[in-house]
């Protein structure tokens, strides 16, 4: 049976509301974002929407040269690699696919994050927060069930996912291509 890769990122995002997150969560990464391309040129989440207003989030295609992310010379993370069937594959292009045909319709899930922080389970159908959006559409895809609820998935939750780190450092490193900190 043919298989691909696709890649889960996490990053311990240099920004004010990630930093909060952090220190009140406890955890060392604070977004998520689903990569279907070792390069990184097809990687989604949900983040800001404009970049000098965090309180406005929406689906979309990231790059780590844009954006938040520009303003920043290193962007510690990890990329995770997970081996997928060609089926598992399909169904996560169709669901990704759903999400860009219908991006009007989706937006961040601020409320989410104090149902996380809390514990509390409830889900808002178009409403996600970035590893929210990772982990559904591993599940939804048949790749993963991390056996909880959408909304208690943090990016921490996330590194369960896969034993095969790809690279671990500041991402924009990894971008250049030269691969200096790398744990590989």
């Given at each position: ?183 590989v």
């Open positions: 049976m043919d298989s691909r890769n696709i890649y889960i990122i996490l990053v311990k995002s240099p920004t004010v509301p990630a930093k909060f997150i952090r220190f009140f969560k406890r955890e060392k990464y604070s977004h998520a974002a689903i990569a279907l391309d070792k390069e990184l040129n097809s990687m989604f989440s949900f983040a800001r929407k404009w970049e000098s207003f965090p309180f406005a989030g929406c689906f979309k295609r990231e790059n780590i040269n844009e954006g938040v992310y520009k303003k920043h010379s290193k962007l510690p993370g990890i990329i995770l690699e997970l081996t997928v069937t060609e089926q598992q594959y399909q169904k996560m292009i169709v669901q990704i696919e759903k999400f860009k045909k219908n991006k009007k319709i989706y937006s961040y899930n601020y409320l989410g994050l104090i149902f996380n922080f809390f514990r509390l389970d409830y889900k808002r159908d178009y409403k996600f927060f970035c590893s929210e959006f990772v982990y559904y559409i591993l599940n939804e895809s048949g790749i993963i069930d991390l056996k909880m609820s959408r909304i208690f998935v943090s990016p921490q939750e996330l590194l369960k996912v896969s034993d095969k780190v790809l690279y671990e450092g500041n991402l924009k490193t990894y971008l250049m291509g030269t691969f200096v900190d790398s744990v």
